[in-house]
């Protein structure tokens, strides 16, 4: 996470036109922090999906065409219904 992070704040600082207002190493403890709220909801879009593939009348095997098009049916609700 912290290589990522790094990556991120050294490419908005070699952007034309943006300037860091707080110290490199400040922004990237925020990336990260983002960073880490985005996996931390991902992780629950991911998991309310696949309970919602459980919770039908017959088992959907992981990995059938099926499931596939229902784990992204219900992961984009998820995600519409975080407003992200």
Do not use: C, P
Not at 36 to 61: P, V, Y
């Amino acid at each position: 996470m912290n290589v990522l992070a790094r990556a991120v704040t050294e490419a908005l600082a070699a952007m034309e036109g943006v300037k860091l207002l707080k110290e490199k190493n400040t922004v990237r403890l925020e990336v990260r922090r983002l960073l880490e709220e985005l996996l931390a909801q991902e992780k629950k879009i991911d998991l309310e999906a696949r309970r919602k593939i459980e919770s039908q009348k017959r088992t959907i095997l992981e990995g059938s065409q099926e499931w596939d098009i229902l784990y992204r049916k219900y992961y984009n609700e998820a995600v519409k219904k975080l407003g992200i």
